[in-house]
């Protein structure tokens, strides 16, 4: 089994920026790609990001988060992020961070695809 721990959420002001975490642990040689969602209150839970865990480190985002938001990883520490930069209040949800054990084309992400959660970060960010 696959235990993710997700950590960095906060309260941040709009324009601002900050990194998440997610740290695997257990079976991780079994997980194909790892991925970040979100959910705000009232919506439905939405993708975000997604990179490769065990091959080149491939990334693949919503148009929502183009260019502001970047996915890296450690392997050594068995850790992704998620750096996000000129953060708006509607980027304020809960994040979750996933892992996958079969996703043939990042593009493919969806919540249904992935296998493991983490708890989710809350993420706030004030106008």
């Known amino acids: 089994q696959v235990q993710l721990v997700e950590s960095g959420g906060g309260l941040v002001a709009a324009g601002d920026s900050l990194r998440l975490s997610c740290a695997a642990s257990?079976?991780?040689?079994?997980?194909?790609?790892v991925g970040w969602f979100r959910q705000a209150p009232g919506k439905e839970r939405e993708f975000v990001a997604a990179m490769r865990w065990n091959d080149e480190p491939s990334t693949y985002y919503a148009d929502s988060v183009k260019g502001r938001f970047t996915m890296s990883r450690n392997n050594a520490k068995n850790t992704v992020y998620l750096q996000g930069y000129s953060l708006k209040v509607e980027d304020t949800a809960v994040y979750y961070c996933?892992?996958?054990?079969?996703?043939?084309?990042?593009?493919?992400?969806?919540?249904?695809?992935?296998?493991?959660w983490g708890q989710g970060t809350q993420v706030t960010v004030s106008s």
């Open positions: 257990g079976r991780t040689s079994g997980i194909s790609a």
């Open positions: 996933a892992g996958a054990n079969f996703v043939f084309h990042l593009s493919d992400s969806r919540s249904g695809l992935f296998d493991y």
